[in-house]
């Protein structure tokens, strides 16, 4: 009940962020939390959105899934363009461990670095 709909990205991050770990639900909650039980990774492959294509292709053969259809595409543009300092400061904030166990500290640097162009071009 705290996530207004159509409010914005940053309303959206805020109201994220404030939510314990323990009472959020599964969409908000880390992906460490859901994939690490005492500091081991319960599962036996972890694939990336970056790369779901080549990921699923082999489990999808296995298993003689169909290939995944695109839905939804937004064609909104950069990704980056949705974050603020501010935001983008809040998310690593929320998701640390997620930035370093799944390896993108480097797209958080990034995302500072495209951020503060953009600021002072």
């Known amino acids: 009940g705290i996530i207004s709909k159509d409010r914005?990205?940053?309303h959206f991050i805020k109201a994220i962020s404030w939510i314990p770990p323990r009472l959020a639900d599964q969409h908000f909650r880390s992906q460490y939390s859901s994939l690490y039980h005492h500091g081991k990774c319960i599962a036996d492959f972890i694939?990336?959105?970056e790369?779901?294509?080549t990921d699923y292709?082999?489990?999808r053969?296995?298993?003689d899934f169909a290939p995944l259809a695109h839905y939804n595409?937004?064609?909104k543009g950069n990704w980056m363009d949705y974050y603020t300092p501010k935001t983008a400061k809040m998310v690593y904030r929320k998701y640390r461990k997620d930035f370093?166990?799944?390896g993108y500290e480097d797209e958080y640097t990034k995302l500072l670095t495209y951020l503060a162009a953009k600021e002072n071009p």
Request: charged letters at 35%.
């Open 57 to 59: 292709e082999p489990i």
């Open 47 to 49: 694939g990336k959105f």
């Open 100 to 102: 370093e166990t799944f």
């Open 61 to 63: 053969q296995k298993y």
């Open 51 to 53: 790369t779901l294509e």
């Open 8 to 10: 914005g990205f940053e």
């Open 73 to 75: 595409k937004s064609g």
